[in-house]
């Protein structure tokens, strides 16, 4: 719901400090060739005039739920300035989903203006340009949630349980970007803190952060807590993948 939620609750866990106020979850991925995003939550927006992101050349989307959805409309712009469709890749259940909620973007009907995607299914490893892509799939509970490796940058938003064979997939990463709700207790469709940090201990990435954190996650104290290689990331994090990580 982001934190504070509407209507102020939760800000009084906050204590001053700015990573403790959290849009919904979305990625922006830059490199020489390529800009990606992952997710367009509903405060897409936003996101992308305070990081500055003047071109979309890609949109992964994880699942159907609308605090990684809502956005899409706001893809529109790049339209208007990049005077093109913009690739959409999700999965099939999720792209019949996208394509009945924003029914108006799709089809002989499309309202004039309206954003312009071209979505993709997929549901093996593609390429892009720079980019190897390769789907993640596990369980948000009572439904799957498809993830995304893009080179060596694994992320898992919104996870319950995962399968060995998307674990496989994810362990020699170099950055791992995963779930985690809160400390406790457990939660019927998210991993809690604890138990995202065990997965991250298993996959031995060397550098794990956790988002999705409910308004109970206090930044500085839980990081304190938490061993080096597992960190909680916060809006307008940057991370730098090649030889070095920061």
């Known amino acids: ?12 866990w ?25 997710d367009t939550g509903p405060e897409f927006r936003l996101q992308t005039i305070r990081s500055g992101i003047e071109k979309v050349d890609l949109v992964l989307i994880t699942h159907e739920h609308m605090d990684h959805v809502a956005g899409l409309d706001d893809l529109r712009a790049y ?14 259940k999720v792209s019949e989903e996208i394509k009945n ?15 312009s995607v071209d979505i993709k299914v997929i549901d093996s490893a593609v ?6 892509i390769t789907p993640l799939h596990y369980n948000h509970g009572s439904i799957d949630v498809q993830g995304y ?35 406790n207790p457990p939660h019927p469709t998210h991993l809690t803190i604890p138990e995202a940090v065990e997965i991250a201990n298993e996959l031995k990435i060397p550098k794990t952060y956790l988002i999705h954190m409910n308004a109970y996650v206090e930044h500085a104290s839980t990081n304190e807590k938490l061993p080096p290689h597992v960190q909680l990331a916060y809006d307008m994090q940057e991370i730098f993948i090649g030889e070095n990580i920061n």
């Open 1 to 12: 719901m982001g934190v504070p939620i509407a209507g102020g609750y939760g800000k009084e």
């Open 14 to 38: 906050g204590n001053g400090d700015p990573r403790n106020e959290r849009y919904r979850c979305s990625v922006w991925i830059e490199t020489e060739k390529t800009s990606v995003i992952i």
């Open 79 to 92: 339209n208007y300035v990049q005077k093109s469709s913009i690739p959409l890749y999700t999965s099939k």
């Open 149 to 183: 490796r893009v080179n060596d940058f694994s992320y898992m938003t919104d996870v319950k349980s995962i399968p060995e064979e998307t674990k496989d997939l994810v362990r020699d990463s170099k950055v791992l970007v995963l779930s985690g709700l809160r400390w």
């Open 127 to 132: 390429e892009f340009r720079d980019l190897t």
């Open 101 to 115: 909620r924003f029914r108006y973007m799709f089809g002989p009907n499309k309202y004039p203006g309206s954003t």
